[in-house]
């Protein structure tokens, strides 16, 4: 079956880094995104990765090991603003997107 | 507008009716989606649509129905709504299908009884 992990729920201190790891098992594998959703809101997307390596964008960074089927998502200089819930979701063979439940990260000043 | 909108932002319904939930996007995305959230799990795919005229079953169709008369809207049907049913709908759209990153409405909070 198809499936992805992540951490239910996370703590983390303003200013501080958080990791926010994710496995997943996918028929076939075509790349792996997080998006970021705040409590009510819409879920944006965040980044894309599909290469081994790790791709930064400002303070965020998305890693990827293809061959451990295994991705982080790296949060710097943590602002309250990043109080959020952050989700993992792989692209298997047909194309489509299998969501995990999400990382609620809460942020404490 | 600009984005993705959707209809109604809330809504509280009677088991057994019918309801409509609509979306339209301004991005002239090709691909368009619709999604159920329910606490503890991941989004779940209820239907899809390629392009324009063509949809598509996801992991959740049960219960549900989708058109896709044109590029811009893609309503969604629950023909006799349950109380399984109640959930928060998000629609979403991409430039192209298969793997296109997915720009999402802000959802509609809907409630069975």
């Known amino acids: 079956g198809q499936n992805i992990d992540q951490p239910t729920e996370m703590t983390a201190t303003e200013g501080a880094i958080v990791q926010i790891n994710c496995t997943y098992q996918?028929?076939?594998?075509?790349?792996l995104f997080w998006y970021q959703q705040h409590a009510g809101e819409a879920p944006t997307f965040l980044s894309y990765?599909?290469l081994d390596g790790l791709e930064e964008k400002g303070r965020f960074s998305s890693f990827l090991s293809r061959s451990k089927g295994y991705s982080y998502l790296l949060l710097k200089e943590l602002q309250m603003k990043d109080s959020a819930s952050y989700l993992c979701?792989?692209?298997?063979?047909?194309?489509?997107?299998?969501w995990g439940a999400g990382t609620k990260l809460i942020i404490k000043p | 507008i600009a984005g993705i909108t959707q209809a109604p932002t809330s809504q509280i319904l009677a088991a057994g009716r019918r309801m409509t939930l609509r979306c339209t996007q301004d991005?002239?995305?090709?691909?368009m989606y619709w999604y159920r959230q329910d606490l503890g799990l991941g989004l779940r795919l209820i239907h899809y649509?390629?392009?324009?005229?063509?949809?598509g079953k996801g992991e959740v169709p049960d219960g549900y129905s989708v058109s896709r008369a044109n590029t811009d809207d893609f309503p969604l049907t629950l023909a006799s709504a349950v109380p399984s049913q109640t959930s928060v709908y998000f629609c979403?759209?991409?430039?192209?299908?298969?793997?296109?990153?997915?720009?999402f409405g802000p959802g509609t909070r809907l409630t069975v009884l």
């Open positions: 990765n599909v």
């Open positions: 996918t028929s076939g594998f075509n790349g």
């Open positions: 979701a792989g692209l298997d063979s047909n194309y489509q997107l299998i």
């Open positions: 979403a759209s991409s430039e192209l299908a298969g793997g296109d990153t997915q720009y």
């Open positions: 649509s390629n392009t324009a005229g063509t949809t």
């Open positions: 991005m002239r995305h090709n691909a």
